[in-house]
């Protein structure tokens, strides 16, 4: 690890760099809080393209493009590091060695995983003050044990003292979808962060009081009438659905409004028969519940919940952005089917935002 300097950043802006970036979601959330991103690496074309017409046109960062692998971390620390040191670290490995929908023990020997110790060997490099993790809840199996004992024990070995990870809904920190994701926080061993880890939920299930005098510490979830309430400008980039065939315009039009499933259309097909499983393909968005997950197929009726609740067809990519708490200026590179895959990875703007803001209050804290 390299030499640690101590040094007052009361006065100056907390320095991050952002690893498997895609689109910009964490880095984007990391502006918004305060953070002044430094560098960020992403590999797929369009994602970076992405990142870099949104947030390289807002700030300084400089995007490296291409396999993460191929850059030497110490070169990096270098570069942007030898004035003053890191203090955040951010990043989501590619997650789908993790995912919960692979079965029968598939996933393990998946390649994929070992970025996790990829995205560890820049943490080592760079030594900032923390680092924190986003990934799926798979990664939390007892099949994937190994690869979080041997994370966790590098960083220990490192100095890093890693704490539990911890399972968030981002629906409870104003983000319109249920969204579970797992984020594990590293703090180096000579920073007292002193805050409460995780936030504080800011919303929640429960209806608030009923006496004008009682006061609710959460807000109501924000369902998904919130994203369809505001009209999409024609001139939108993003403004696009999938075309379907009169055929299923004809079945979205049987399907009842507020959350109607494809049973509803009475539409079976042969890999449903039997079983009851898959109800939510085709299924309509309810505007009185939260979202479903924007997953990378967000903006294909076939893969889930993804039918807007009136009209006959799927979401935009805008709405699906929306779900994820993007603003409207935030263009997606690289055609519908590439705009929805860099939306369902992104991290939640919203929630990205509520985890850092505290971070900094630590840090700010911790450096005082």
């Not at 991050?16 to 895609?22: I, Q």
């Not at 993790?133 to 960083?155: M, Q, T």
């Not at 067809?313 to 895959?341: C, E, N, Y």
Request: net charge positive; hydrophobic share 35%; charged share 25%.
């Amino acid at each position: 690890m390299r030499k640690r300097t101590r040094r007052r950043t009361r006065d100056k802006a907390i320095r991050c760099v952002d690893l498997f970036s895609g689109a910009g979601g964490f880095s984007l959330a990391a502006i918004k809080a305060g953070i002044n991103v430094v560098a960020a690496f992403e590999r797929d074309v369009h994602a970076s393209a992405t990142y870099g017409a949104n947030i390289g046109k807002r700030s300084k960062v400089r995007l490296y493009e291409g396999d993460i692998s191929e850059y030497k971390p110490d070169e990096i620390a270098k570069r942007h590091f030898a004035k003053r040191a890191c203090d955040i670290v951010l990043g989501g490995p590619p997650c789908q060695g993790f995912s919960v929908h692979r079965i029968n023990g598939a996933g393990i020997k998946d390649p994929r995983n070992e970025l996790l110790f990829t995205y560890f060997k820049f943490v080592k490099a760079l030594a900032p003050r923390i680092f924190l993790v986003e990934n799926v809840p798979g990664i939390l199996w007892p099949r994937h044990a190994d690869y979080l004992k041997k994370f966790i024990s590098e960083a220990s070995s490192a100095g890093y003292i890693v704490r539990d990870p911890v399972t968030l809904d981002a629906r409870d920190y104003g983000v319109p979808q249920r969204r579970k994701r797992v984020f594990i926080l590293g703090v180096r061993s000579d920073v007292e962060l002193n805050i409460q880890w995780p936030p504080a939920p800011t919303h929640s299930g429960t209806a608030p009081p009923r006496s004008k005098f009682a006061r609710s510490k959460t807000k109501p979830w924000i369902t998904s009438k919130e994203i369809f309430r505001r009209p999409l400008k024609a001139s939108d980039v993003n403004n696009v659905h999938m075309q379907p065939s009169p055929s299923m315009v004809e079945v979205f039009r049987s399907t009842p409004r507020n959350g109607g499933s494809r049973r509803d259309s009475n539409r079976t097909l042969a890999c449903h028969d039997g079983h009851s499983g898959h109800s939510d393909v085709y299924g309509r968005i309810n505007p009185n519940d939260c979202g479903p997950t924007m997953t990378t197929a967000c903006i294909n009726p076939s893969k889930g919940r993804f039918v807007h609740p009136t009209e006959h067809h799927g979401i935009t990519a805008r709405h699906a952005a929306r779900f994820q708490t993007f603003p409207d200026w935030f263009k997606f590179v690289g055609g519908l089917m590439a705009s929805g895959a860099q939306i369902g990875n992104a991290v939640p703007v919203k929630l990205g935002e509520v985890l850092l803001r505290s971070l900094v209050v630590g840090l700010r804290s911790a450096a005082k």
